[in-house]
DNA sequence: TCATATAGTATCAAATTATATACTGTGAGG
DNA sequence: CCTCACAGTATATAATTTGATACTATATGA
C-alpha cells in the first residue's frame, strides 16, 4: 500500500519533515487535531474541501508515520477517534509558526476569506519577525 | 503558465506556507540558498537529483511567488544567480527548523545520507525503514 | 419499508508533478 | 572540426496525487 514516500529524502531531513506534513491536506489536519480529538465524519466537516477518500488516505498515512492515533470503538454504527501521538504533538509549534508565516507573508485573502490584515495592511513587504 | 496553486488555501495560512515552500525541491532550493547566491549549475551540483527542467520550474515558480531572485548577467555563455529575497530570508528560521524537526524524528539515516549534520548530532534511535 | 448516520472501499477520471531525452546558441580549448 | 560548459527549452512520457461518484454494513428512527 505505501507508496515509497520515504525513499525520496536521502539528501535532508528538510524533506522528511515535509513527506511527513507536506501535502495538500496532511498539515491541515494536525493542524486541526491539535484543538483535541476528532471523529471521521468531524474532520470531514471540518474541511469541506477534502473528500471522503482523500481524508482516508491522508489520515492513514499519518497514522502509518506514527503522526495521529486512531482508535476504532467496535461499536454500530462505527466510530473512530483521531488524535495526534507525542510524535505529531512535536509540530506542534511548527505547524504554528508556517501558520503564522502565511498569515504574516502570504495576505491574500480571497473573495470569502477574511482575515482582517493585522496592522500596516503593505501586502508585499511584511518583514515583521527575524530580520 | 502558473497553474492555479493559489486557489486551494482559501481555507488557511498553513497551506499557503506549504504552497509556497511545501514541494519536493522548492523547500530544498530554499535551504541552499540560505548560504548565499548560487548559478544555475551550482544548485544543479549540489542537488543531484532533480533534473534541469524541474529545477527551472521550481525556480522560476519560487520566482514568481516572490521568494527567490533572479538575476541575469548579458554574458556568453549565459551567467544566472539565484539569491532569496526578503521574503525569502523571512522563511530561514521555518527552514531550520523543519530541518531540525526531521533531523531530531526522523532520524533514518540511509546509507548514502551524508548531509552535514550541523553540530548535536542527537543520536536516537532510528526506526527500521520499514519499506 | 425507507431514509439516515457512521466510517469507510472501489473504480474511474483528471490534474499535478516528475523524469528522460534531445535540442538551442555561443565562446573557449583542444 | 569536435567537444565542453552554460542556462536553459521542447517534447513525450511516467508516476503520483486528487477528485467524483457510487457502493458496503449495521443500527436506529419514522
Redesign the interface.
Known amino acids: 500500500m505505501?507508496k515509497?514516500r520515504?525513499?525520496?529524502?536521502?539528501?535532508?531531513?528538510?524533506?522528511?519533515?515535509?513527506d511527513?506534513m507536506?501535502?495538500?491536506w496532511k498539515?491541515?489536519i494536525l493542524?486541526r487535531l491539535l484543538d483535541g480529538t476528532r471523529r471521521f465524519n468531524e474532520l470531514r466537516r471540518l474541511?469541506p474541501?477534502v473528500t471522503q477518500r482523500m481524508l482516508t488516505i491522508q489520515l492513514r498515512e499519518l497514522e502509518a508515520d506514527?503522526m495521529i492515533r486512531r482508535k476504532v470503538f467496535p461499536e454500530v454504527p462505527p466510530k473512530v477517534e483521531y488524535s495526534l501521538s507525542e510524535?505529531g504533538r512535536?509540530?506542534e509549534?511548527?505547524?504554528r509558526?508556517?501558520?503564522?508565516?502565511?498569515?504574516?507573508?502570504?495576505q491574500?485573502r480571497?473573495p470569502?476569506?477574511a482575515?482582517e490584515p493585522p496592522s500596516g495592511s503593505n501586502e508585499?513587504?511584511a518583514?515583521a519577525?527575524?530580520?
Chains 1, 2 share one sequence.
Open positions: 505505501r515509497q520515504h525513499q525520496t529524502y536521502t539528501c535532508c531531513p528538510l524533506e522528511a519533515a515535509l511527513v507536506g501535502s495538500k498539515a491541515t493542524f474541511m474541501n506514527g510524535l512535536t509540530l509549534p511548527l505547524l509558526e508556517l501558520y503564522q508565516w502565511g498569515q504574516t507573508h502570504i491574500r480571497l470569502g476569506a482575515t508585499r513587504d518583514r519577525p527575524s530580520n
